[in-house]
């Protein structure tokens, strides 16, 4: 087999052609509005709504303050139940704003927090549910939204890797309470760095824009201790223009998951997730599953002997959020209380999917496992 010289990342950012993100930055050069509520954070804002299909759109400068703001425009307070299978910054939005995360389990199917479960969990400090479509999965919105109502509780889904997700016809970004996206780099949607809050009303949008800038209302008043957050007007640009590419770098992204599915299918011992039901997808990532006994090779060492082939894949989300320094003297960290998540932690990689990767290299990634 043909060894692989350029090392294969787990992703890789799509660009814009540079020529044609001049004209945006010569503008900026000429009108010298670089940042707060610029023109092109303007359009992009209108833009993105449109595209998504969601009511208002609240641009930030990265996804982790857009989900500290979310908690904070809501008031949420005491304890928010949440999953341990995700990125830290979903928990840590929660400790910023002091308040306590509650784990609980996941599902085993897609990897999203187990809705089952999640009653139990609830206690008279409960004031949200924090879930996460992980891997742009979505989550049981329907039963999350059921327990919420019963029990008068907020939702705020962490929305970071679903970009242009739709579930039954609709964008993901219509359930819940607030929505919240990530542009980082190494998302479906990128604005070099970025996010935003997806909301339902225009009094909330009007918060959620207080707050993103020190809790200025015009220039003398300021209504809450509000942080710096705003998207500024190169990322903006950039954002417009990663529009008009987005719908083609899904199909892309589309056509490189079906490749992996077929070459991967038949390898004992490795497994991925359905495709899941009723939904549009955004192929956002590619996890893999590896069972040792089966494959008759570990995770970790499946992971370096990848690497060792010029292939880095992520183990994404390993180690859980809940066997963090911060977090793993919460009750709720007891592994015994997360039995689905450690396990699956433990058997994930996410492998290299990218609109810039080939079926060809994906079949060579593919050799190596079958090796
Ligand atoms: N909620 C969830 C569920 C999230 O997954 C995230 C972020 C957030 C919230 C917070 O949103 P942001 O505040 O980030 O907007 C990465 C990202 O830094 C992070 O944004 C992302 N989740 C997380 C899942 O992955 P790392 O530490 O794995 O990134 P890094 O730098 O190792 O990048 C991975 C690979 O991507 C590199 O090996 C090469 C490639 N890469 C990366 C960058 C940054 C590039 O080719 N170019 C680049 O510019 O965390």
Known sequence: MDEIKKPIYVTQPDLPDLQEFI????????????????????????EMAGFLDVPYISLFANGTLALVTALQVLGITGEVI?????????????????????????????????????????????????????????????????????????VIYDAAHAFGVKYKGQSICKFGDLSVLSFHATKVFNTMEGGA???????????????????????????APGINSKMNEMQAALGLLQLKKHNLNIEKRSTLAQTYRKELQKIKGISFLPEPYNTKSNFAYFPIFVDKNKFGMSRDELYEKLKQNGIYGRRYFYPLI????????????????LQVAKRVAEQVICLPIYPGLNKKEIKKIAGILNK
């Open 322 to 337: 809940s066997e963090l320094t911060n977090y793993k003297k919460l009750n709720s960290a007891d592994p015994a209380n």
């Open 82 to 154: 949440t999953t341990p299978y995700s990125f830290v910054a979903t928990s840590h939005s929660l400790l910023w704003n002091n308040i306590k995360p509650v784990f609980v389990d996941i599902e085993p199917e897609f990897c999203n927090l187990d809705s089952k479960k999640i009653e139990a969990a609830i206690t008279s400090k409960t004031t949200a549910i924090l879930p996460v479509h992980v891997y742009g999965n979505p989550c049981k919105v329907e039963h999350i939204n059921k327990i919420a109502k019963n029990y008068g509780l907020k």
């Open 23 to 46: 004209p945006y930055l010569e503008k900026i050069w000429k009108n010298k509005i670089l940042t707060n509520n610029g023109p092109f954070h303007q359009q992009l804002e209108k």
């Open 197 to 223: 809050v997806v909301c339902h009303d225009a009094a909330t949008k009007k918060q959620i824009d207080y707050l993103k800038n020190f809790g200025f209302v015009g220039e003398t008043k300021v209504v």
